[in-house]
């Protein structure tokens, strides 16, 4: 997965976390900045292999991190 699919699916991912947030551009853009911040913590590993979390839980603990 290239980094950009990888941007898109964290996006997709977290449009579905947050569905209930407002109108699907303001949820759309709010998922997108987030996606951008958790790819930066993250490095890209198309596998996601040496990571402590699968990538789906990982994706909701930074969700949660960055709410708290």
Same mark, same amino acid.
């Given at each position: 997965?290239?980094?950009?699919?990888?941007?898109?699916?964290?996006?997709? @991912?977290?449009?579905?976390?947050?569905?209930?947030?407002?109108? !699907?551009? &303001?949820?759309?853009?709010?998922?997108?900045? $987030?996606? +951008?911040? @958790?790819?930066?913590?993250?490095?890209?590993?198309?596998?996601? !292999?040496? &990571?402590?979390?699968?990538?789906?839980?990982? $994706?909701? +603990?930074?969700?949660?991190?960055?709410?708290?």
């Amino acid at each position: 997965m290239s980094k950009n699919k990888d941007l898109a699916f964290i996006t997709c @991912f977290l449009v579905r976390e947050l569905e209930h947030r407002g109108t !699907i551009f &303001q949820i759309f853009d709010e998922c997108y900045e $987030i996606a +951008k911040r @958790f790819q930066k913590k993250y490095s890209h590993d198309p596998d996601w !292999i040496n &990571q402590e979390l699968e990538f789906d839980d990982a $994706i909701i +603990k930074f969700l949660k991190d960055e709410r708290a």
